[in-house]
């Protein structure tokens, strides 16, 4: 087993890794020609045997390569889910006798056989199936279909990974194949041009509804996975939304970046992973059949980092390894600037959304920013570090959202450009100025970011950026929603229950560490009844009200008791020995923001404002 790196080297790796030339840098026929004789001509199988759906089987074959080679199962920046765990092998097969496979890491294998012809045989026994609902990206088979494929499926020789390879699905007759991999003559067979594109292109197979759709002449395919006895809902608004969506984020780029596109929707699902041209999406039917707005947001925001992360790429964020390095200083731009146009592209596209006008948008944003006191106690750069790959509760007694902190600093910086151009620019600019400079060989750092939008607006953002970005702070909203003719009036009101009464202050959590005993506490925010009381994040939890607590389902169901009045004995376990407090269970309040129009707003402030509420860039 690896013992999990220290931030500090984690962020060493990361940055070592970007150094290097990013492989996707190269248009992809530039690749072919380059390497396709430096490096092993590699081909897969992968086997899905309907009479046994609790694993699969891949076949790799290897030609032109050295006698010894390493083989390593990828990790995912975002998402690494360490499916080596689960793997039944290597075996590997050198021109009719037996080479061996040696374990020299968790995900990492060196390969001996001689000869330049190696054929390495694996299974992937899946773990055992969630609880429902499953996570979208997570591989899973099923009577009528699964996800695999990726970064959970396919090794990658190591120090190869610009080698192109082909992988060959061998699937029950009747299903189906969905997956940004370039399809060839053969069905069944599939092209990957680098092994980065081979591990970031998830293969859905099964039998699912299947439309298709063309945006500026380039081809988008929508599947849907329907769970049996799904609840029918209007397919047809549905690909409507997604064709809307996609036609608007294609006017704000100038241009779709890939050949095709495939949207993998999947009943009994949740969450969503952005790929180069794909994405895997969770779409419960009977959310669907109630109200898409949601689905659909999820869609667009998968769809955005198509551009806003798969190309426009923190310069941390480097290509396939198999150590998890995700950890990136500009993700707060990477996640809220994709949160900020999931909003405005499908207010663009005239859909429907939760929030009717942005104006009820940005007060629901504000009052989530300053609910998080994470928010504005750690700076976004610092929050993105640890967004990623880094165990729960690194920020101490504090959990910031880059989603939510880099939505708010798009919203207003926003405002800067389109006030400091005049209503010429906005940062619909910006977006396709990061695209023109970071979308090649070298990602963006925050100084980049913000010279920017330094050159969008002809203005200064330093004092933004320090203040905000590489600073911690609450951002003072007034000075620049001003700038079109409107204020925020920010007010508290106690959290209430449905039957209107004081909601208890149960703001307190705990996760299971993998592989240690009982759970340790996370506190978000140390002002809550539970950080009053002295508790703090990392605490090992030992016992509530005197009942042994050592799974976080007996730590849900104990702290679900607390009532507002009650006194709640808390022991914990901490470095030095054992703690104990009483928590006195009381009320609590959130913040509540309403966004008003300023009186004296200019005729040119309120022209500003005119533009800013329809939409227009
Ligand atoms: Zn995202």
Redesign the pocket.
Known sequence: MVRLPSAALLLLLAVTAAGAQHPLAHPVDAVEVRFARAHPVITYRLVVDSADLTAFDVEMRVRGAPDTFRVAMAAHPEYDDRFWRFVDGPRVEAGGRSGTATREDSALWRVVAPGGEATVRYRVRLPAPEPPPRAAWRPFLSPTGGLTGGPHAFMYVVGASLAPSHVTLDVPRSWEIATGLVPTSDPRTFFAPSADILVDSPVFVGRFRDWRFDVGGVPHRVIYWPLSGATPFDTAAFVGGIRGIVAEAVRLFGRAPYREYTFVFQDGAYGGL?HFNSATLGAPSAALARDQSEVLGEAA?EFI?TWNLMRIRPAERGGVDYRQGGQSRGLWFS?GL?MFYADLLMRRAGLRLGDSTRVVHLERLLARYLSNPGNTRISPERASLAEYGAPPGSLGDYDPSVHVQGEVIGAMLDLVVRDATGGRRSMDDVMRLMLERYAGERGFTGRDVERTIADACGCATRAFFDAYVRGAGQVDFDRYLRLIGLRARVTREPVLTPDGQPAPDRRVFAWAPPGAQGVNLLINDPSSAWGRAGLHTGDRVISINGAAVTTWPEFRTAVVRARVGDTVRVEVMRPHGRWATNVVVTGHDRPVVRVEELAEATPRQRALRARWLSGSP
Do not use: L, Q
């Open positions: 952005e925001h980092h996640e994709t």
